[in-house]
């Protein structure tokens, strides 16, 4: 079963506009939260990502919304730029599973000048 | 060379052949992994390696057989594959072990089983 349900599956924002893509999970012991950006022919890069002590962290234009009782999290692009095109995972992890990553579907942001 | 390297980055193979698919750390990770991408579906673990040891194999096909001759080095090696089987097969790394960990990827093997 799919442990990370990630949404839009893609999204088109103008130059300037705000990005938005939405992530849920069930698994309470999940305690790692990142997001990964990744170009058409590499691998993902790691972006963003956030613990649920706190509900907020923000790195440049780049933010994490984190909803501990509604076991949700969501990642914001604020200004998005033509460069910020790519495909966007959110994933999730607990403290005893060795990095085990579990990864939602994938959004595909494409900016319009 | 720093991070995660991958090779070949594509391979086209036949259902009877056999492959590898080759993958190195420069990080001093203590923990390797094998992701599979297939299109429009969730990258999906197929196998964890903590300090050589393999600790996790998620239901992956026997035709996929995984190899950590020590804790730098990766192999996947694959014999009479599917054509189901072609996709984006991703290697990472992280120093795991105690809460999460950025995992550092490479850039894949774009794998065509024909």
């Known amino acids: 079963q799919q442990q990370v349900k990630q949404s839009p599956q893609s999204l088109i924002v103008q130059k300037g506009g705000i990005s938005i893509i939405n992530c849920a999970y069930e698994n309470t012991a999940f305690d790692y939260f990142p997001w990964y950006q990744q170009f058409p022919g590499k691998g993902p890069a790691l972006l963003i990502a956030i613990r649920p002590d706190v509900s907020e962290k923000k790195e440049g234009r780049f933010t994490i919304s984190f909803n501990k009782s509604a076991k949700q999290f969501s990642l914001h692009i604020m200004d998005s730029q033509p460069g910020d095109s790519a495909t966007y995972f959110c994933a999730a992890s607990s403290t005893d599973s060795w990095g085990k990553l579990q990864f939602g579907a994938g959004t595909q942001v494409v900016v319009t000048p | 060379e720093t991070g995660v390297t991958q090779t070949p980055r594509h391979l086209v193979m036949g259902m009877t052949n056999k492959k590898s698919l080759k993958c190195e750390q420069h990080?001093?990770?203590?923990?390797m992994y094998w992701y599979k991408q297939s299109a429009k579906k969730p990258l999906e673990l197929m196998f964890v390696y903590n300090f050589k040891e393999q600790t996790e194999n998620n239901s992956v096909p026997s035709r996929f057989s995984p190899e950590c001759p020590n804790s730098s080095h990766l192999f996947l090696h694959l014999h009479t594959l599917q054509p189901e089987d072609s996709a984006l097969y991703l290697c990472?790394?992280?120093?795991?072990?105690?809460?999460?960990?950025?995992?550092?990827f490479g850039q894949g093997t774009r794998l065509t089983v024909v």
């Open positions: 990080l001093g990770h203590n923990a």
């Open positions: 990472a790394s992280s120093q795991a072990g105690v809460g999460g960990t950025e995992a550092f």
